[in-house]
């Protein structure tokens, strides 16, 4: 047999990782599967955030940002990448919209996840859902959607962010950009669940990507687009009139930079439960869950049962002539049941 074609039925050894991972863990009903808490070493060295000073852009019309560059140290920026790329499950999410009248299906270029739940209701102890005021257990169909506690690692950088950014936060939004063909369209944070100015922190972890900004109308006083180098480790605090006036957008990028895949985690307070919905539906939607496969070096489908940081051999990724590609992409559109919505995504493609 040819080396290259034994190669396909041989289980390729997965990387060392760059983290111990914890013995701990969070679980929930609604997960997946269960998220090891963030690795002791990286707690420790997120107690000095943030590294640098937040460097306020603020010189163009209603434009209010914080850039800092970076955040979280350098020495953690690669495990905390590879940590939460490794231990999150991951979706890729396709809806049906109306679009002038013709319905189309719009794949999300992107994987996403999403964590939390709007401040009319809370989690209590037991991880049950009850009503913010009363703490009451929330009647059946309070939500379309099953909301999701945060996870203690995405948690602790929750409260980090909130004490230096002064903001509370009750959602935590994530993206994984696999290579320069995911993206995020020109949108803005602008829905009216957030209430008036709302103030959105992202993180950036994994491959430094461009992300831009335009102001919606592009008058008075013509402002420039500006484009901010995103690096590991670094956070845009989005505040004041920034999404009212201004689109952000992740555009697609060749190249080898992008390969490396990139995390997004953007903290943000939605008020009512239109925004639960709203978030579960365009970041969770019908639910084939993805996994990142550290021997094949990709996310892959994940089916219950599913040995954590076991690899596939690439035969049994295979899985039949097409390709794997191609095989997850049928598997997803025949899994979930891709929906017409009567409200609008969250961010735009
Ligand atoms: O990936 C990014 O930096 C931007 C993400 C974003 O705009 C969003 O999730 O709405």
């Keep these: 047999m040819k080396r290259s074609t034994l190669d396909m039925f041989i289980k390729p050894a997965a990387k060392k990782p760059k983290y111990e991972a914890s013995l701990h863990k969070s679980n929930h009903v609604t997960y997946p599967f269960a998220v090891s808490h963030l690795p002791a070493p990286f707690t420790k060295q997120l107690g000095t955030v943030p590294v640098t000073e937040g460097k306020p852009i603020n010189d163009q019309p209603n434009l209010d940002l914080v ?17 939460l790329r490794q231990e999150l499950f991951f979706y890729r999410v396709q809806y049906s919209i109306n679009r002038g009248g013709i319905q189309t299906q719009v794949n999300t270029p992107r994987f996403t996840t999403v964590f939390g739940v709007d401040a009319t209701s809370r989690f209590n102890d037991n991880g049950d859902l009850v009503d913010a005021k009363t703490n009451r257990p929330l009647l059946q169909g309070r939500y379309k959607c099953k909301p999701r506690p945060i996870p203690q690692c995405l948690n602790e950088l929750r409260k980090l962010i909130e004490s230096v950014v002064g903001e509370n936060y009750n959602f935590c939004l994530v993206n994984y950009y696999a ?9 803005s944070d602008d829905e009216r669940f957030l209430g008036a100015d709302p103030a959105i922190a ?3 972890l994994g491959a430094k990507r461009d992300f831009l900004l335009r102001h919606k109308t592009g008058s008075p006083g013509k402002p420039r687009q500006i484009k901010l180098p995103l690096g590991s480790g670094d956070m845009v605090l989005m505040r004041g009139k920034t999404q009212a006036n201004w689109l952000h957008s992740i555009p697609k990028r060749v190249g080898e930079e992008a390969k490396k895949g990139r995390i997004n985690i953007t903290f943000r307070k939605a008020l009512v439960k239109g925004g639960t ?20 070096r990709r996310m892959m489908l994940w089916r219950e049962g599913d040995v954590a940081g076991a690899s596939r051999t690439e035969a049994q990724a295979q899985g039949g002539t097409a390709g794997p590609l191609r095989a997850q992409a049928d598997e997803v559109a025949q899994a979930q049941s891709v929906v017409a919505l009567a409200g609008t995504p969250s961010s735009s493609v």
């Design 67 to 83: 850039y800092y560059q970076p955040y979280i140290p350098v020495s953690i920026q690669a495990g905390m990448f590879e940590f």
């Design 179 to 187: 290579d320069g063909s995911d993206s995020i369209a020109y949108h």
């Design 202 to 204: 992202s993180l950036s």
């Design 277 to 296: 919905d709203n978030y579960y539906m365009y970041n969770v939607g019908g639910g084939c869950v993805f996994r990142w496969d550290d021997g094949l």
